[in-house]
């Protein structure tokens, strides 16, 4: 595996991409989503923000490391929503390359704006070189989102289980254009040393933000301003499976609510940690 820290800074923008109802409907259809405005196709979920943005995002990392990676995190902030009939314009760039205990972390940056020019959304891809190791990186790293310590069994505002269906990742990997065979092969997903299938991070990142904008914002996907996580283990794609997601209150930031979020497994193993959400009023 190759890094080329010599990459810190390169761009690049995705072909224009027209927002039609039937993406942003087959979108929330494949991540569960229970929003009556989404599947009217009213507005696009919070999460259908990747689908213009994730091939350039991802493509841009691959031009930095060579080898297969892991989503380490991945983080929105919301501006305005996707609408149907929009024309999106995406813009990415290479902004860090970072060490950490896990691996090199490969950090790029990407805007969303419409045919006008309003920015719509930020967001932030990091991925993990897993078996590498990198003394001093370049560039910046992503915006913090740690959960705050010391949250109490008060703070809690709900613990919500979703479960995952044995289709889950076919469905989403064409309504989202993430067609990797380690999300719905078992044979692909062990030969890349995974051990079976595996749902993707952000379909998982989805159910979180489900969990929130039920739950926190009056079922109004417009007041969720930011949503950060961390993917701490991963989502096996077997029979049975669930998400079990945990939401806090942890106080006010910049005048918006903060959520922390933290989802397991069946398990009860760790799937996302440092999930941060911002609710607007």
Not at 48 to 76: D, I, N, S
Not at 239 to 253: C, F, I, S
């Amino acid at each position: 595996m190759t890094l080329h820290l010599d990459r810190l800074g390169t761009r690049a923008s995705a072909p224009p991409y027209a927002v039609t109802q039937e993406a942003t409907v087959a979108y929330a259809r494949a991540t569960n989503d229970e929003n009556g405005e989404h599947l009217a196709g009213v507005l696009a979920p919070p999460l259908f923000a990747v689908v213009p943005a994730l091939k350039t995002m991802a493509a841009l990392k691959r031009q930095v490391v060579e080898g297969f990676t892991l989503h380490g995190e991945h983080e929105l902030r919301l501006h305005r929503p996707i609408e149907p009939g929009m024309t999106l314009a995406v813009d990415a760039e290479v902004i860090g390359i970072r060490p950490s205990r896990a691996g090199p972390l490969v950090v790029v940056r990407g805007e969303t704006r419409d045919q006008r020019g309003e920015l719509l959304n930020e967001q932030y891809l990091v991925s993990v070189a897993h078996g590498r190791k990198l003394e001093d990186g370049v560039g910046r790293d992503a915006p913090a989102h740690r959960r705050p310590e010391g949250l109490g069994k008060n703070a809690l505002i709900a613990e919500l289980s979703y479960p995952v269906d044995a289709d889950q990742t076919l469905r989403y990997a064409e309504a989202s254009g993430d067609r990797d065979p380690y999300t719905f092969d078992h044979a692909e997903a062990r030969a890349r040393g995974l051990p079976g299938a595996i749902v993707h991070g952000l379909c998982t990142m989805a159910f979180v933000a489900r969990a929130v904008v039920a739950r926190c914002c009056g079922a109004d996907s417009r007041r969720l301003k930011r949503l950060a996580v961390r993917f701490s283990g991963l989502l096996l794609l077997e029979p049975g499976q669930q998400l079990t997601t945990r939401l806090w209150r942890a106080g006010t930031n910049d005048g918006r609510a903060v959520v922390v979020a933290e989802s397991d497994d069946r398990e009860g193993e760790s799937v996302i940690r440092h999930g941060w959400a911002e609710i607007g009023t």
